[in-house]
């Protein structure tokens, strides 16, 4: 299990990274991360692990518990989110910036595959989601939707940079996602058989 878990939490730092060296603009929360980096002069990465650990905090009062996963969560996804922007260079040519774009929701959508069907703890940001949803019995796609326009506003009047990327990762990562759970799904049947 610690295999798709840390090379699925990879991946997905890997694709948040490839969003941010776009220049286009990056996801909702890492927009918000960029705007707390600035103030706070510290690395994307940090600034990516003190949200997380500040969105674990308020699972308090929904008396929810992390795992394994959500700690590696935390950990991991900051590393490589840094690791990642530090080592790739951001391309100048707008269809390498399209290829990145499409490339890092590709990568989120594997890499939150394997993570989630690892069952060893919600991330930081599912967590309270799946809190607020149980705690008000609203809707998991309105309370979503209302915590990504929250922290993609503060974020962008802090001096994120949202963009054509962000849009783009918010149109179609639920499709990723969804079709990498799919395939997984399918490979591990088609062994079985």
């Known amino acids: 299990m610690l295999v798709p878990l840390f090379g699925g939490l990879a991946a997905f730092g890997f694709g948040e ?8 603009g990056a996801s909702p929360w890492t927009v918000f991360a960029e705007g707390i980096a600035k103030h706070a002069q510290i690395s994307l990465g940090w600034a990516t692990a003190l949200i ?33 922007t530090y080592a790739v260079a951001a391309p100048h040519a707008a269809w390498l910036k399209i290829v990145y774009i499409v490339g890092a929701v590709l990568s989120i959508g594997v890499g939150s595959a394997f993570y989630l069907t690892c069952n060893l703890g919600p991330g930081p940001r599912d967590g309270l989601m799946t809190g607020l949803h149980n705690r008000f019995h609203a809707s998991v796609v309105y309370v979503r939707l209302s915590i990504e326009v929250v922290v993609l506003t503060i974020g962008w009047l802090l001096g994120g940079s949202p963009g054509f990327a962000t849009a783009f990762f918010a149109t179609t990562i639920g499709f990723s996602i969804g079709a990498s759970l799919n395939v997984m799904e399918r490979t591990v049947n088609w062994r079985r058989a």
């Open 17 to 24: 990274g490839l969003l941010v060296q776009s220049h286009w």
């Open 52 to 84: 997380s650990v500040v969105v674990l905090l308020s699972w308090i009062p929904f008396h929810q518990r992390p795992g394994f996963g959500t700690i590696s969560n935390v950990i991991i996804i900051a590393y490589v989110l840094d690791l990642t």
